[in-house]
């Protein structure tokens, strides 16, 4: 999602506190907000399949596989 997205919804948002949106101004702002959360996501997902865990005997996985094996923490045990 590029700057001027984030800028508009910004906007609406400061519209709406001055007054209420129109229907279509509405429906905009949800659709930029859909997006945005969107292109989060993705982002977010790409960077923890890109993170790699080090277990202090040097052994290395995936984020992702970590969390699997272990439930999401490291037994220590």
């Not at 948002?13 to 702002?29: F, P, Y």
């Not at 997006?35 to 277990?55: G, H």
């Not at 969390?67 to 999401?72: K, L, Q, S, V």
Request: net charge positive.
């Amino acid at each position: 999602m590029d700057r001027q997205h984030i800028e508009r919804i910004n906007r609406l948002t400061a519209i709406s506190r001055e007054r209420a949106l129109t229907t279509e101004e509405q429906a905009e702002r949800e659709m930029l907000r859909k997006n945005y959360i969107a292109a989060f996501r993705s982002q977010m997902r790409a960077q923890l399949d890109n993170t790699v865990v080090e277990y202090p005997d040097g052994t290395r996985e995936s984020f992702r596989d970590a969390g699997r094996r272990n439930g999401g923490k490291k037994n220590d045990g």
